[in-house]
């Protein structure tokens, strides 16, 4: 088991940047991929980004890609999104999720220990 605890969420106007952390702990963090996940009001849980447990390869949705950045610290054990250019349709509870190898994924069942999740809202 892993215990994951995301922060970093806020208030932001359209156009302006947050950065959301998750530090791991418990099970070995280092090897396992990672990912991120959100939950818009009346929505179901979606894909956002990924990475696999060097930093190496990363992947993202396509409403995130070029905006949005997942890097991690295996010597912090914590996992980040750098989120840019946040548009209102952004807003939402966001997900850190640890996986259950070592390549990332953008399938949930692929995850089996997920956080609390932090409140991200951007105004426009």
């Known amino acids: 088991q892993v215990q994951l605890v995301e922060s970093g969420g806020g208030l932001v106007q359209a156009g302006g940047s947050l950065r959301l952390s998750c530090a791991a702990s418990?099970?070995?963090?280092?090897?396992?991929?990672m990912g991120w996940f959100r939950r818009a009001p009346g929505k179901e849980r979606e894909f956002v980004a990924t990475?696999?447990?060097?930093?190496?390869?990363?992947y993202y949705a396509d409403s995130v890609k070029g905006r949005f950045t997942i890097s991690r610290d295996n010597a912090k054990n914590t996992v980040y999104l750098q989120m840019n250019s946040l548009k209102p349709e952004d807003t939402a509870v966001y997900y850190c999720?640890?996986?259950?190898?070592?390549?990332?994924?953008?399938?949930?069942?692929?995850?089996?220990?997920w956080g609390q999740g932090t409140q991200v809202s951007v105004s426009s």
């Open positions: 999720a640890a996986g259950q190898s070592s390549s990332g994924s953008y399938n949930q069942r692929e995850y089996n220990n």
């Open positions: 418990g099970r070995t963090f280092r090897w396992y991929a």
């Open positions: 990475i696999s447990w060097s930093g190496g390869n990363t």
